[in-house]
């Protein structure tokens, strides 16, 4: 016969463990999402979204509301992120439950899902990153493009001299070039306007403003899809359909240009050329190589040229930090030639500047959003399946509990026994299974054009129509790829004789 006393022990036992379970299950369910702005039934947020240069809205409201807050827009959550070490728990530590991308509606209608930088998580992606990896994965893979980096570095020099006013230009052409050869053994013309530069800059331009957070009805309110393109207000499909033309444009026309210097054996070796060389490659294969090749010129290109042309401003704003990069340069190089990748060890200012340039004028302020894959939790906050998170780069870089005067450009804060952290710690360039591919072609890109830049360039401000200087505003353009906004500065080269290495050095 059963111990009576026992059954009911453990009856009870159950009953208060069941109790206690579904209490801390009503519990967890009933978790509140970060604090935020409260916003309004139905439409959540969508009046408080700032129109353009949200990271500085949303680092205000992290003054009031912490490291971690939300908001809502038409019912879809937004986790924004203030604190790196938040970030770096979330997107690094738990990055298997954040490698996920939302879907961008207006980006999938134009086809840029099908780029390494919005695909969604999954094999595709994988494949990607697998496929680029094998060409820049690694510091020491880049060692073998050194000389066409160096090359395109002295090429600068000459395209910004060519016509000093045009420096951008100059610097989005060089940019494109290292990108463009390295991907598809491309040759960029130099007498006149690259068609595939000027596709490359109109492609990216528009990516940039499609996947700005906010910029699109149709990403909050994803019903829109089916909308009509003739119905009143879906001008958006119209213009879906004109970026689509130039996502599609990228990727197909310098694939062909491969292929038909396959067909008549002049192909010169590229990751195109390489890969599609190897036997039996599917169709598969081939669509993966194309999107995983449209997808180097933003994983090295619009970097490049964010962070050179800001070097142009800095150079332009504070003379005494030019100054200073050129006194090492001189020291350590001396008048006869011109830098190359053997003196970065020698260069230890050169960058710090380059850091410094990252730190100031973030080329990706807000980083585009990680999905939550499943249900989570931080700090008693809940972080619902299909959240978008998304860390505030700009506010990460400006906090002064972090960088010493963090609104002052100084690449000494990168110097000596305690320097603060490198940006590329503190997300720069992604996180976890989302982190760059190009990080190591960005890194080499940005350096080598700075390097050259400050040995072979002379940048002061430019004067107004009375003969006074003018200071150019340090600000940048909206989307999720940003630039210094236009401005002028006077370039000259820093002597004859320097004029002279130039045109031996690109002749």
């Known amino acids: ?43 959540g947020n969508l009046f408080d979204m700032p129109r353009s240069h949200s990271w500085t809205t949303f680092a ?3 003054e009031k509301y912490g490291g971690i807050l939300s908001i809502k827009l038409l019912g879809q959550p937004f986790i924004i992120l203030n604190d790196p070490e938040i970030a770096m728990e979330l997107l690094e530590r738990r990055g298997n439950i954040y490698a996920d991308r939302p ?39 880049m060692e073998k493009f050194y000389p066409m980096e160096d090359h395109q570095g002295n090429m600068l020099l000459k395209r910004v001299l060519e016509d000093p006013s045009a420096f951008e230009s100059a610097t989005r052409k ?58 009143p207000g879906a001008n958006f499909k119209h213009i879906a359909e004109r970026y689509g033309n130039s996502c599609d444009d990228l990727a197909e026309i310098p694939l062909a240009y491969v292929r038909e210097q396959m067909a008549s054996g002049h192909a010169p070796s590229s990751y195109v050329a390489d890969l599609l060389t190897q036997p039996d490659v599917s169709e598969q294969k081939k669509f993966d190589i194309k999107w995983s090749a449209a997808s180097f010129y933003s994983a090295g290109s619009d970097t490049t040229v964010s962070i050179v042309t800001a070097y142009f401003l800095a150079a332009a704003k504070f003379p005494h930090i030019q100054a200073k ?14 830098p190359t990748f053997d003196d970065r060890a020698a260069l230890p ?10 730190r100031w004028l973030p080329i ?30 700009w506010k990460f870089f400006h906090d002064p509990t972090i960088y010493a005067d963090p609104f002052v450009f100084d690449p000494d804060r990168f ?56 200071d150019p505003v340090a600000d940048v353009t909206d989307g999720i790829v940003s630039r210094p906004v236009p401005f002028r500065c006077d370039v000259k080269p820093r002597s004859e004789r320097m004029l002279q290495l130039i045109r031996e050095a690109t002749a």
């Open 349 to 358: 200012y050169i960058d710090a500047l380059c850091k410094e340039l990252c």
């Open 103 to 141: 879907t961008f509606q207006m980006a999938h209608l134009c086809g840029w899902d099908r780029v390494l930088s919005s695909a969604r998580y999954g094999p595709r992606f994988k494949e990607y990153r697998k496929l680029i990896s094998k060409v820049i994965g690694t510091r020491g893979s």
């Open 415 to 470: 110097m000596g026994p305690k320097p603060e952290p490198d940006p590329a710690d503190m997300g720069l360039f992604g996180y976890g299974r989302r982190v760059c591919p190009g990080i190591h072609l960005a890194d080499v890109s940005i350096w080598i054009s700075v390097a050259k830049a400050v040995a072979g360039l002379s940048i002061s401000r430019a004067l107004d129509e009375h003969g006074n200087a003018i």
């Open 1 to 43: 016969m059963p111990n009576l006393a026992a059954t009911v022990t453990d009856i009870a036992i159950v009953a208060l463990a069941l109790a206690v379970s579904g209490f801390l299950f009503c519990k967890r369910k009933r978790m509140p999402l970060p604090p935020g702005p409260k916003g309004y039934p139905l439409i």
């Open 325 to 338: 990069a050129q006194a090492e340069m001189d020291n350590v190089i001396g008048p006869s030639r011109l």
């Open 60 to 62: 205000n409201w992290g």
């Open 364 to 393: 990706v302020p807000l980083a585009a959003p990680h999905r939550a894959m499943k249900d989570d939790v931080y700090g008693g906050y809940a972080i619902p399946k299909d959240a978008f998170v998304m860390p505030n780069i």
């Open 174 to 231: 060089t940019a494109a070039a290292m990108v463009l050869h390295l991907t598809y053994g491309y040759q960029i013309k130099e007498d006149t306007n690259d068609p595939f530069v000027d596709l490359a800059d109109k492609a990216m331009a528009e990516f940039s403003e499609v996947m700005r957070p906010g910029a699109f009805l149709i990403d909050v309110l994803p019903i829109l899809r089916y909308v009509p393109s003739w119905f």
